[in-house]
Each structure stands twice: as C-alpha cells, then as structure tokens.
C-alpha cells in the first residue's frame, strides 16, 4: 500500500465518520457499508488485513483508550459479570461454534473447526464502546459490555493459539493449553502492574506537555510488546497499565490532561473509522479461494454459523446471570437486582469486529479450509455488525429499559461541587491571611471569589428554568453571551495584526489566552 492509498483510506473514512454523526444510522455500520461498496469501484486497491499491522500497531491504541476512559471502580464492582463474559463465554463460544462447524461442513475436522470458533469467539471492544456511547444504555450494562470487551480478546488469542497447535499437529494436550492461557493472562496482568507504576511516576514528574502526550502514544504499544516479547498476553498488559493511569489520571498536570484528551480523542476517531471501513473492503479477498465451498452450500454455512454464534451467546448469558444469583445470597446482597431485559440486551449486543478479521487472516495457509474460516469469520463479523447493530436500538425502546436519571446524575454533580467549592474557599480564606499574600489587591481577590461562585452556580442553573423566548437555560445563556465577547476580543486583536500595530507571535499568545478563557467558560457550563 503506498501512501497515497493510506491517505485515501484515513480521509475516506474520516468523511463517512462525519457524515454519520448526521444520519441516524451508527457510524461503525454506515463505514462497513462504504467499505464494502467502495471494494467493488473500479480502481480502488485491495486493503488486505495484516494482523501484523492490525494486532500490534491497531489494536494497543484502541484497547488503550478504551480502557483509560473506563472507571475501574464500576469495573472491580462488576468483575462476576465480566469474567463470565470475557473468559467462560469466549471458551464457551469457541467449542459450541466450533463443534457446530464441525458437525456441519463435511471433511473439517475438529481442530480447525476449533480454530474458526476461537476466532469468531470475542465480541469486539470498539463495536461495545461505540454501542454504549450511541445508545446511553444504563451505566451497570454499559460497564460489562465494555469490560467484557476489554479481556475476551486475550481469551480469544490463546484459545486460538491452543486451537491452531492442534490443528497443525503440534499441540501438547489439554494441560499444555492450560499452561498457556495461564502464561498469557497472568504473564500479561504481571507486566502491566509492573509498568502500571513507573510509567505513573514518569508521567507525574513530566512538566512539558508535548513530551507527556508523546508518551502517552507510545505507553500503549510498550506494553504490547513488552509481553508478547515474553509470550504473555498484550492485550491484558495494556488494559491493566491503560485503567490504572486512567484512575490516577488526576495526579497529572491539568495542561498535560487537556491536551492528552484532544489528540487520544482523534487518534480514537481516526482508528476506530479505519477500522471498520477495512472490515467492509475486505470483501474480495474473502471471496478469493473458496475453491469447492461456493453457491448455496457455503451461503447455508454462513447462516446457520451465524446463528449458533447468537444463540451460543444466549445459552451462555441467561444461565451467567441468575444461576449464580440463585446460588450465592452473598451475590444477591453485593449485587443490584435485575429482571430479563438485562440478559437480552446484554446478549444482542456481542457483535464482532476486526480482531476477528485480523486473527482469521493470521491463520497460516497450510491450514486446511484456511478460506473457509475467514468467509465464514467475514460473513459472522458482517452478520451481527449489521443484523444486531441495527435492530439493538429498537429492541432496547420495545424493552423500555430506564434511561439514565439525568437531573439526579446533575444533581449529584451539584453537590458535589457545592462541597468542592466550600473546600476551596476555606483554603482561600486561609491563603489570604499569610504574610506572603497580603500584596493581592482586594479586587483580584474578589475575582477568585467570583470564579469560585460562577462554578459552584453553573450546575445548579442548569436544573433550572429555560429562558420562554429561546429554549435556553441561564447556563446557555451565559455560554452563549461570553463567547460573543471572546469573538468580539479575538476581531480586534486580527484588527491589530493586520494594522501591523502587533505582530503574530503577540497575536498568538494573546488569542491563545481568549481560548482558554472560551475553554473555561464552555467547561463551566457543561
């Protein structure tokens, strides 16, 4: 692929992206959809998946800032949940897949049956995060299909490792694929609390905000590779090191957060559409090679494995939920009640995604049926990006599941700021009565007290009336009113520019205050 193709690939996708945060339908369908009409237009490239490319320089970064902005509060609370997804689902999923497989296609044999369901088994991080964020779904739901999504590929991986060892006569039995799941999740939850603190550290003594961002971009693919380097699981080093920087994320400087958010928030964006978009080109490269599986025989395969897929996932996530409950009180007493919609929708929404693309094009051709397995691995990704992508939202308005208590989520945040701002100006009445602050003019004071006010009242506003003539709350008001003096700042310092009264490098610096005090103002307010 030269340059201009990867160029084309990132901007095409970018421009789809966008263009569906304008329609209803969610963006990871809308790029599959273009991906898969783009791939037959005549003189577009074949963008054939590399999992060499796609495990360690695609997947770290999106594993990372999934993880980073997941609470590992909410996680630890829900780790029950979690490991029956992450771990027993996808071990579940690669044997009733895989035996189902075996059963149906004539002359597969078991092995490499169990290699198709050990990659078919992970529903995939970047569809959960992006179906959490579209739907609002309650905060509890949204935690275990994230946190699910962050582990099972680290389960899927070794599986298939297990599985392809097999498959190719060099598998060393039931107690050496259990030496190996062990050796890929502890070895890889082992290097991530192992860097998980100095990288901390490192972080906290770094003053100079481009350094700290540069590397926060590298962080991810360190402890990637660190543990594969000792045949540990990736995937797993990075969660750990990606939620504990994320839970200490305040300990770092505020300059660093600001633009730390900004550039993971685009390299999110730019990853996740790329991504996507090259699960719809991979069309033609599937269909490439089918040899004697063509016609209705391998559309009957494609079918019927896609749905074992969903009703393994149903078989599993209904008996997880209240088995356990019935079981143990103590579960009962830690844990909040639920009823069946939880299930449904947990169990609707595994959708796969490109790790599974990724570990089906990384099968060694020698395998028999190689082809096989990534068509039927293509048209299982497609199937529930698409079947469950688009119906997850109508079936979650027919269940009528609580939507978040947004005025009790403000007015926790009030509160909370009301005990924050308390805290502040008790220490500001403390502050103001050393020697070495006495010089502070009263009226510099009086504006630390303003600012201080202005935050404690901005989320209290926001539960209050709206203005009749414009729909807007007070707080919208007050947003809208100080940009209007910021742009009217910011014409007459270009003014100034152009007059050759300042120059540009004063310019900068003086628009660059307008837009922190614009950042604050909006911050405020929201």
């Known amino acids: 692929m030269d340059v201009l193709q990867l160029v084309a690939l990132v901007a095409g996708s970018a421009a789809v992206a966008g263009l569906a945060r304008r329609t209803p339908v969610p963006a990871p369908l809308l790029l599959v959809a273009a991906g898969l009409a783009a791939s037959y237009v005549p003189g577009v490239p074949a963008y054939t998946l590399d999992p060499h490319i796609v495990l360690p320089l695609l997947l770290p970064p999106l594993l990372y800032t999934a993880s980073v902005d997941s609470s590992y509060l909410d996680l630890r609370a829900n780790i029950r949940p979690i490991a029956l997804l992450s771990v027993g689902y996808v071990l579940f999923a690669t044997v009733a897949v895989g035996y189902a497989a075996y059963l149906l ?5 078991l092995p490499v049956a169990l290699v198709l369901g050990a990659v078919i088994a992970p529903p995939d991080a970047v569809a959960a995060t992006a179906v959490a964020r579209k739907l609002r779904l309650p905060n509890r739901l949204t935690t275990i299909l994230q946190g699910e999504s962050l582990v099972n590929d680290a389960t899927a991986i070794t599986a298939y490792k297990v599985a392809l060892a097999a498959a190719v006569g ?6 050496g694929g259990i030496a190996e799941f062990l050796l890929a999740s502890v070895g890889g939850i082992g290097v991530g609390l192992l860097l998980m603190v100095p990288i ?3 972080r906290k003594r770094m003053r100079e905000p481009l350094l700290q961002n540069t590397l926060s971009l590298l962080i991810p693919f360190v402890a990637y590779a660190v543990a594969e380097r000792v045949h540990a699981s990736g995937v797993l080093a990075v969660v750990v090191v990606a939620l504990y920087l994320g839970h200490r994320n305040w300990q770092v400087d505020f300059a660093t957060r600001l633009q730390e958010e900004a550039v993971w928030k685009m390299v999110a964006f730019l990853l996740e559409s790329v991504v996507f978009a090259l699960i719809g080109l991979q069309l033609p490269v599937v269909l490439t090679g089918l040899g004697e599986y063509e016609g209705a025989a391998v559309a009957w395969y494609a079918v019927a494995v896609f749905v074992v897929v969903v009703a393994a996932r149903y ?13 143990s009180p103590r579960i009962r007493e830690r844990e909040p009640e639920t009823d069946w919609k939880s299930p449904v929708i947990v169990g609707w929404a595994g959708m796969r995604g490109v790790v599974s693309l990724a570990i089906a094009f990384s099968v060694p051709i020698s395998v028999p049926h190689r082809n096989l397995i990534l068509f039927l691995t293509f048209t299982t990704v497609i199937g529930t990006l698409v079947v469950q992508g688009l119906t997850l939202p109508p079936l979650i308005k027919v269940l009528k599941l609580p939507p978040k208590d947004e005025r009790a989520e403000t007015l926790a945040e009030a509160q909370a700021q009301s005990e924050a701002s308390r805290a502040a100006e008790e220490r500001l009445a403390e502050l103001l009565e050393e020697p070495e602050n006495a010089t502070l003019p009263p009226p510099l004071a009086d504006r630390l007290r303003t600012v201080l006010e202005r935050r404690r009242n901005a ?19 007050y947003r809208r009113l100080a940009g209007e003096m910021i742009e009217a700042e910011r014409e007459v310092f270009v003014a100034l520019r152009d007059g050759r009264r300042i120059d540009d490098e004063m310019m ?18 929201t």
């Not at 296609?105 to 044999?109: A, K, Q, R, W, Y």
């Not at 060099?170 to 107690?175: F, M």
């Not at 078989?315 to 079981?327: C, E, G």
């Open 105 to 109: 296609v004539p002359g597969l044999s």
């Open 170 to 175: 060099v598998s060393a039995g039931w107690a």
């Open 200 to 202: 901390h550290q490192l």
């Open 315 to 327: 078989v599993w996530v209904f008996p997880a939920t209240f088995v356990p409950r019935w079981m």
């Open 459 to 477: 989320v209290w506003e926001r539960l209050g009336e709206v203005n009749p003539l414009t729909g807007e709350s007070a707080d919208d008001i």
């Open 508 to 525: 900068r610096a003086l628009l660059r205050r307008l837009d922190l005090e614009e950042a604050a103002a909006y911050r405020e307010s």
